[in-house]
Each structure stands twice: as structure tokens, then as C-alpha cells.
């Protein structure tokens, strides 16, 4: 039986970071034609060679993540702020200013940004930098998505509690701080990223045809 | 293949209202072993036998929808009010009640509720009673996937511009304020049934195991 | 100096019960001509003649409040899920309708729904049916909103944490349930009735002029 | 009789901007001791300054806004990005991170950030950069509520349709554009910005000494 992805075009960022090798291996097994791209897409003109070397886009995946440490607002540095900004949020805006002519001249396209339950729901353990990148992507999306509807889908995942490197260090695994907030999830879990890729698969191929501008959250219930 | 809900006995109430059809032929094809009862569960011990006479019950795709007339507030009878009180909510009540003590014993179940967009976000047209019913599904849905996680999934979608019978007439379609109200949605068009259908598919199979308590708005981008 | 509601006829029900003590003890420090009655609003009959009795209505505040035992949804008898419906949400309609007519015809009037964060955040204690109310309260409202504005301002509040005999009784407020559901909230504390009917006050007074189907909550932070 | 703000100390922030005039006045009236600062806080220790000459500093209203022209997502420059980050986004981390050592000092303080409904709500105008901005600044606030609970109460507006030079030029009020736009707010009128002021007002006294992370929309019913 074909995939749910067979024959589009997908690119990846930061294949290697928070759900990145989960959507790999779901989206293979999809039947998808990856292009899972590592490059540093905070250089200019970075996000535009990208999309030039792959032609044809039908699926873009703004997955964009680097770790931070926990860090109270008070004592968050102006480089802080910029290096979240500029590695989480610019160039989601980049790949999908590079990507939407050609979407929007062949009526067709999705975009899927994951993005972190950070941007909806506030927690005490100093995030409030990393949030706000986060924050920054979901508003983005919510306005392009009416933007650019009907012919393409812009939708988002809020995710949180995936067992992914980036974000749940084996060490962290082994603290109090992590016990206390998993005790939080309805979930009682970590879901592994191939679950989330499943989430992820939903809003890029054709059964979110109908969505435009929705967060859908992967955080065990945490969110609700 | 095996379909997404190979093996599944799953329960559909009001089979003939709201999505009921599209999901009869979405869940059929993915293998479920359907359960579509159109019994009147507004009857006293109705909800129960229906239960009895099933079984296992792995899924319940709580479907409780009836026409009503748009009608302003200060026009809305009390025999308005209860008849979509006790053919809305409470029969979904009487259908969680009954499969709840299964599910909590084998440690395993989902609850899908197909429930409305009114229950989220408002409008003008005369939906006062209609949304009443529908946001006290979502409330109690809400903290009923608290009280039963993590084995069981309950979870929601709120649904509107799907092309059915029960809340889009031929009729309906024809009339100015139909042109008007789908012009305030995204998609800019009705969704079929069978699309609705696979966004309730993935609450009801293995792709929601980490969501609890969650409403999917199916709305065409509406309520963004 | 004039206060607030100065001259305003407000129409306040169930005043025993929820913040009921604390509204009327601001709203007369604000001047409003406060008719705060006390009958069985589940008899028919009973919101007409109670707006009848009153004559020109500028503020309807729609606090209908009963206490209940936490319960599971398994174990939630048709008796209780109707009691509640009955007492909190269908009182709720029979005072709107009675009061919309006379608030339509002089294009004017304020109407605030004291409702529950029950309604829009999930929790695990049994509280399913109770949810199922305040959550009918809050759709209804929204929508109402749209209905009735320009003219009308309604909006409602989400409260949860307030130092009420009806949901935090002496009793409770000493079980390990409750210091474990205070340890949640950021307040990390109950706020008194009064502190509660400021914000319905800033809903009932000139503030809300530019609110329409607003849900505040009222919740020390839970909420968010 | 006393003021809500009576001998506080207030910090207000690109006050010539959004509803900066308003808030002057109103806070003025409720008898604030107000400090309305027009420096240009992307400037590198400019925040810091203002914090030290103003010395103790019970309340800031994090107001920071610009002009920006509706532009297409795909046309979004980097500088265009940028611009909106740096006089949005930046500056308010930079005031709260130097308000609030003291105020966690004293255990005492209100930040209240007068924010956008962009941030939470999406439309097709051409504003997803501006968005960003605004969503960046909600998504830090929540966060921090929680991180400086329960002394300290954070909270924010998301404003929009308020009459003012920033956002609604006399130009911009006389399209066809901006009629429509005005036809989709239940209030049907734009308010003004002492109207917009006195729920910043609200955030900023003593009546939010139980509002942690909350964000009041202030936007004629658009939101909800």
C-alpha cells in the first residue's frame, strides 16, 4: 500500500535536533522523499540555497531546536535572547518566506512548525527566553495560515515530553526537577519521537487538508 | 495491511447524524469491528444495554447530535433547552458511565467525543442551547481524561462546515447567511464527512496513546 | 465620589452561595441598587416573576451555585448529572431570557455569568458532571455575546480558589486533598469573596464596555 | 478620595506609542507617580538607566509598539524581522530583567505587558512578523507569572481596535480595508485609548493581586 507521504517532496531543518530523527524514520516508512538538510540556517541566504538545491517543496517541516539551560528571566543575557531568537525563530520565517512562491504559484503545499507547549501554557523552571521564541513561531504560524489558506495548510505541534536528546538529556532524566514535572502529565510518560512524528505526519499529509492555524499539542495531556 | 483499528469493537452512537456515515466507512475500512447503534438513548437503561449487548468495547465514538432551528436567546424555550440537554450530552454521559468500568479494568480504552466548534468559539446565528449542550460535553470531557488517565485516551474534536445532513441542509446551503458563513472560514469550503471521519480516526487509534483531554477543532481554520 | 455601579439596578441570584456574600458587599460599597434574591429559580415561573418584580434590570450578575460531592464519572447517577444541570445552568437561561427583553429594547445592559475554571482547565477529582454545567454556562455565553452585542456587554468569570462555603467548606480546607490542590495554583492561596467581586464588578461597571463574550478567570494563576 | 494607584511608582515605556497617551492620563487620575520614559531602549544599558534613575519601581507597564506596514509573509525582509524583534520583543526583557531584582527584593511588584491580540488570534492582513513580536512577548509572560509567583503578579492585554496613531492612522481609518475589518468586531466601533487604559489599569492595581500569567484581551470581542 502506498504511504501517506508517497511521492512528496519534504525538507527537514535541524534534522538532528528535538523530534528530528523520529520524523525521519516515520516519514521514510511513509513513503516521503526527505530531504533532511543539517545546514546553519542562521546564515544568510542559508534557508534560499537550501530550497534551491531541492526544487520542488511540497512538505516543509520547520523543525528548529537547540538546547538551552534552565535560567531565571532576571539573570537571561541579551546574547541569550538573540541566539534563541536567531536559531529558533528566523529561520522558520526564512525557510518559509524561501518556500511559499512556489507553493503559492502551484496552489499546493503544507507546513507544519514543530513547536514546544511552551508557547501555550507557562511553567516556573526558567523558560521564559526559550518560550518566547516559541511564542514567536505559534503567532507567526497562526497568521500566515490565514495568510495563505485554502491552498495551503500552515499548522503546528506544542510539544513537550518526548524523549529526544535535545530537550531531555539523559542527565536531566535523572533528577527530582525531571520527576516532579513528568508527575505533572496526565500522561505519567515520555513519548518517544516516533510517536510524535506521528502527530507531526497528521498535520503534513492529506488528513489536514481541513486545518489552517492549529496548534495541536503533543504533551501528554499536560496542556489541558 | 492491517488498518489503523485492525481488531477494534467500536461503539457509534446516532450513527445516522452528525459524521456518522463518513465514519461508518473510514472506520470500516480501517478494519474496526463496528458497533453502529442507533437506539434511542434518551430511555432509561438504554446506554447500558446497548453496552451489554457489545461487550468488549475497545472505542467509543460518543455521536450525539440533533437538528435545531436557530433561534435568539430570549426565544429559546425550556423544552428547547432540555430536549438538546438529553439528546446532546446527557446520553454521552450514559454511554461513558457504562463503558467506563470495562476500560478501567482492563486498563485500556479510547473516548472520542464528536462534539461542536460552538463549544469553543461564538457566534451570532441563534446557537445559544445548541452550544450549551456542546460545551458541556467539552468540560466534562475535559476533566473526565484526568480522572482516567493514563490508560484511557478521551479525547474531542469540535466540528463544524462538514457537509451533513443533520446541520447542512440542502436547504441551508442555498441561503444567504450559509454564503456568508462559510465566507468567514478559511477553507472556504464544506469538508466531506469521510475527512471529518479521519481526524476522529486518529483520536481512536494508536496515534493518540500520549493525548488526554484534547479538542481538535475540525473547522476549516474558523476558530484559529 | 460616585461609585461604580451608582444607580445601576443589579439583579443577584443564589446570593448565599458561591461569592454571593462578597458581591453584595461591593457592588453596595459601588452604589448599585442591589436586588439580591433568593428564590428557587428551578421552578417555572420563577425568573419571570422575579425580573417582573424588579422592573428595569441594568446588571444581571447569573451566580447559580450548588455543592456537590466528588464523584467519578463512572459512579455519576442520571439524579445528580440532572441536579446539576438543573440548579446551575438551565436557572442561568431562564434569567437571561426573562431579562433580555427589556435590555434589547432600551439597547443597554450588562450581564455576567459567575462560572467555574471547571469550564475551561480539567482536573482529576470527580468532577465531571459539575464541570458539564459551568462548561453549558460558558458556551452559551460566548455565543450569546455575539448575539446581543453591540448594546449588551455579557461576559463571565472562571473562579476557582475562592474562600466560599459552597466549594471550600472548613471541612475540606483541612484534608491533604486540598493542600495538595492549593500547591498548584501560583497564588498559593484562596482569595477572599471580595477579592472575587472586583473582577465581577470590572464585567458589571463601565470597564467592560469593550468586552463581549469574554471568560475571565479568577484562579490564582491555575489557569494559565 | 484615593486613587487605585495611589503612591505607586509607576514605569511606562515608548509612552508617545499604542496606548501611551491614554495610559497617562488615566493613571495619573488614579494617582500614580508616573514615570513615562521615551528613551530608546534598543540602546545596550538603556533599560538599566531608566530602572536606576527611577530607583524603587512598584509597577511597570511594559508598552513597546511601532508602526509597521502589512506586508505578505513572503516579502517579510530580515530587517523588516528584525526591527519589529528589537523594538518589540527585546526591550521588555530587557525592563523586567532589570525591574525585577528589586522587586523580588521587596517581594512586591506588577509587570503588566500591553500586548496584541495578534499574539492570540491570526487574520490575513499581512502582519505575520509583527505577530511574532507580540506572540514572543505573551509566550515570556506567562512563563515568567509562574517563575516570580506569588509576590510578584505578571499579566498582559492583547489589544486591538483601540484608537490610536500607532496602529489606526486617520489614513488607514478611511479604507475599505479598515471597514471591513471594523465589521468583523462585535463592538462594532474602534475604543479609545483611555477605554484601553483602565483595563491596564486593572492589571495594574490591587484588584489583580490574584492574576498570575493572565492574558485579557481588549479587542471589542474579536477574540472570542
Redesign the interface.
Known sequence: ?AGRLEGKRVILTDPGYYSGPGIIKVFEEEGAELFADDRDLTE?GAAEDLVASVGQVDVLIANHARPFAFT?????T?DE??RL?NSI??PM??M??AV??QM?ERRNGKIVVASSV????????????Y??????????M?????????HINVNATAQT?VDNPTYFSEEYKKTEAFRRRLAEA????L?SME??A??IL?LAGP?S??????V??????WA?
Chains 1, 2, 3, 4 share one sequence.
Open positions: 500500500m544568510p531565571p528571566a532576571q539573570e537571561g541579551d535572547m538573540e531568537m525563530f528566523y520565517h526564512r518559509i518566506r511559499l512562491p503559492l511552551n508557547a501555550i501554557k507557562g511553567r516556573a523552571d526558567g523558560v521564559t527566553l518560550s518566547a521564541a516559541r511564542g514567536a513561531q505559534i503567532a507567526y497562526r497568521n500566515l495560515a490565514h495568510e495563505v489558506a485554502p515530553y496526565p500522561a505519567q510518560r513519548a510517536e510524535c506521528k502527530t497528521f488528513e487538508d481541513f486545518f489552517y492555524g492549529q495541536i499539542p503533543f504533551a501528554g495531556g489541558v
